[in-house]
């Protein structure tokens, strides 16, 4: 089977998403992943696919408790947000313009990281305005653990997508157009511990902007061990 053919089918569709340049020395973890070409391909259409539910779902939150679940990561798909706490970041340099407030308005960060069982499947910088907010949500926000998401739920908000980036990809730029392939001596598969970058504002139904959020993904959300055969080279 050749490569583009293989990466067709295993997407169920002729093309798919544009990824970056598999990124040199970037390889820093390891996983059950047995390292050759057929999981390649697999993680790399898993890893698009991801992307893709992401893309067409607002929450991410309730996007990785469907994947969690779909791909057993734990005995419950629940997705919780563990608060990194003591750790503040300053707001982006064009973040006010984008949340469309002025210099003098308070806005409160927040980092998370999400998990499913015991896996990290997402670590997420917020910086959101509680002006916005109902003091409901705000007081849940300082105090609990409550995924943004879910917190936030009530204003029917719509999520608008800056960039997404695949940060990690299990085959070079143009694999399959012959470029060389990386060594692939069996398992296990070497990963990053990022793979996928998103970066979004949330808007509310007055179409008032009123969250920043930069998601990194993890390798741990292909932590399972992949359908089929893997035959050795």
Known sequence: MSRCVALSCALGLGGGLLVAPMQAGAQEAT???????????EALALLQSLNAELLSHPSATLTLERWCGAHHLAAEAKVVAERVHGVDKPLPEDARK???????????????????GGH????????????????????????????????VQPLHFRRQTLSADLLWSPLPQGWESGAPLPAMPGAPMPMPRHVLEHRAVLYDQANRPFSLVVESYTSEVLSFVPAGPHPGP
């Not at 996983?31 to 391909?41: A, L, N, P």
């Not at 984008?98 to 499913?116: F, M, N, S």
């Open 31 to 41: 996983s059950g992943w047995r390292d050759d070409f057929t999981s390649r391909v």
């Open 98 to 116: 984008q949340l469309d407030i002025g210099p003098d308005e308070p806005v409160r960060y927040r980092r998370v990281q999400l998990a499913c």
């Open 120 to 151: 990290v499947l997402s670590e997420a910088d917020n910086w959101y305005v509680p002006s916005r907010l109902t003091e409901a949500m705000n007081r849940e926000l300082d105090s609990s653990d409550t995924p943004f998401g879910k917190v």
